[in-house]
């Protein structure tokens, strides 16, 4: 089956730039939609963006604006460009896949990654 591995999280200073990356192997990546979540430290895992397969994008309210979602299906790969920064978006990020179209709840991903550390400073 499918597997997610992000890449990408780090250190960096709030109104700072970070970009995501999710590689992914198997077969099935580019009929799937590809989402991010992020778990902030003490908190529920919760969700950020997604795209689908024909690179329809979603995004929670909170990051509209500041991050971009998209995919690149000839490297199975899926981007998430954060600029921006705040303090709250600290967490630890993992990227998820689905064969519905477009969700934003967690148990509609099937695959999910290790995840990758954002930590955002003052």
């Known amino acids: 089956q499918g597997q997610l591995v992000e890449s990408g999280g780090g250190l960096v200073q709030a109104g700072g730039s970070l970009r995501l990356s999710c590689a992914a192997s198997?077969?099935?990546?580019?009929?799937?939609?590809i989402g991010w979540f992020r778990q902030p430290p003490g908190k529920e895992r919760e969700f950020v963006a997604t795209i689908s397969r024909n690179a329809g994008t979603y995004y929670t309210a909170s990051v509209k604006g500041r991050f971009t979602i998209s995919r690149d299906n000839a490297k199975n790969t899926v981007y998430l460009q954060m600029n921006s920064l705040k303090l709250e978006d600290t967490a630890i990020y993992y990227c998820?896949?689905?064969?519905?179209?477009?969700?934003?709840?967690?148990?509609?991903?099937?695959?999910w990654g290790q995840g990758t550390q954002v930590t955002v400073s003052a």
């Open positions: 998820a896949a689905t064969s519905r179209w477009i969700s934003n709840s967690a148990t509609d991903y099937s695959y």
């Open positions: 198997g077969r099935t990546f580019s009929s799937s939609s």
